[in-house]
């Protein structure tokens, strides 16, 4: 990550990726956090079947974008359906949770604003890595299978 006059720029590569707990499968890459910025910016991975527990911030606004996959938030008892291009802003003290409903993985860029100590959570738990799966779906890079000719008889 590179700073300059308060400018920030990296790349995922360079991003840690960690989990808030060792039992937990969501993995966050942490783009940006609350010593660089006055908020968190990550890429929240689920795995086919992973949520959210309910939670609910004193301050933070919380911006949902869906990169990737399908799935459901449920935002104070109200469902909503999540696909590629959906977003959504919870204002503060409503409850909200996030489940991947879809077969594969659910890609989430959110921001908290103001960053409310998530990325300290975040920093505390265990590292995690990106594999092929999370590369194609952020970055596009596609992988290039090479397929043997049959032999004819």
């Given amino acids: 990550m590179m700073t300059a006059n308060g400018l920030l720029a990296g790349a995922l590569e360079s991003c840690p990726v960690r989990k808030i707990s060792d039992k937990d499968t969501n993995k ?22 992973g949520k959210t527990p309910p939670n609910v911030h004193k301050e933070a606004y919380e911006y949902f974008y869906v990169i990737r996959g399908e799935g459901k938030a449920i935002i ?14 919870v204002p503060p003290g409503l409850s909200h949770e996030v489940h991947n409903t879809g077969s594969g993985r659910l890609y989430v860029l959110t921001t908290m604003v103001p960053d409310e100590q998530f990325s300290d959570l975040i ?5 995690a890595a990106l594999d092929d799966e999370d590369f194609e779906a952020l970055k596009g ?3 290039v299978r090479t397929i043997e000719p049959s032999s004819a008889d």
């Fill in 28 to 49: 966050f890459v942490l783009l940006c956090d609350g010593g660089q910025a006055p908020f968190v910016s990550v890429v929240e991975i689920f795995d086919e079947g």
């Fill in 76 to 89: 104070a008892g109200a469902e909503i359906v999540l696909a590629p291009g959906a977003y959504l802003v």
């Fill in 123 to 127: 920093k505390s738990g265990p590292e």
């Fill in 141 to 143: 890079i596609r992988t």
